[in-house]
């Protein structure tokens, strides 16, 4: 049986189609054919390289909800959308903390 992955409050949910799908053997998820995991998902490592933040902060966002996440076989996965609007984000504020400075 073939299933598709949906996010649900920082899980997955299987939702059964017929529509043909990429079997990824390793965490028994199927995927839309040329995806690969790594389209949709980031360890912790990547995000904390990325958003340039320490391993508390991250723990915080996934405690207070600021990004959802999963745990496949016991290692923490953030979805890769979730993590880039983040990052827009932060840097829009750092722009507008740098215009106020020069205008003050």
Same mark, same amino acid.
């Given at each position: 049986?073939?299933? +598709?992955?949906?996010? #649900?409050?920082? $899980?997955? &949910?299987?939702? &059964? /189609?017929?529509?043909?799908? +990429?079997? %990824? /053997? @390793?965490?028994?998820?199927?995927?839309?054919?040329?995806?690969?995991?790594? /389209?949709?998902f980031m360890d912790g490592q990547q995000v904390?390289? &990325?958003?340039?933040?320490t391993s508390r902060t991250l723990q915080s966002?996934? $405690? #207070?909800?600021?990004? $959802?996440? #999963?745990?496949?076989?016991?290692?923490?996965?953030?979805?890769?959308? &979730?993590? @880039? @609007?983040?990052?827009?984000?932060?840097k829009q504020n750092k722009s507008k903390m740098? %215009? @106020? =400075?020069? =205008?003050?």
């Amino acid at each position: 049986m073939k299933f +598709v992955i949906k996010k #649900t409050m920082g $899980s997955f &949910e299987k939702i &059964e /189609d017929n529509k043909p799908r +990429v079997r %990824v /053997d @390793a965490y028994g998820i199927s995927l839309p054919p040329g995806f690969k995991l790594s /389209d949709i998902f980031m360890d912790g490592q990547q995000v904390m390289q &990325e958003m340039n933040i320490t391993s508390r902060t991250l723990q915080s966002w996934r $405690s #207070t909800g600021k990004t $959802s996440y #999963t745990n496949p076989l016991g290692k923490i996965y953030y979805f890769r959308h &979730e993590i @880039a @609007a983040l990052l827009i984000k932060k840097k829009q504020n750092k722009s507008k903390m740098q %215009v @106020a =400075k020069s =205008k003050g």
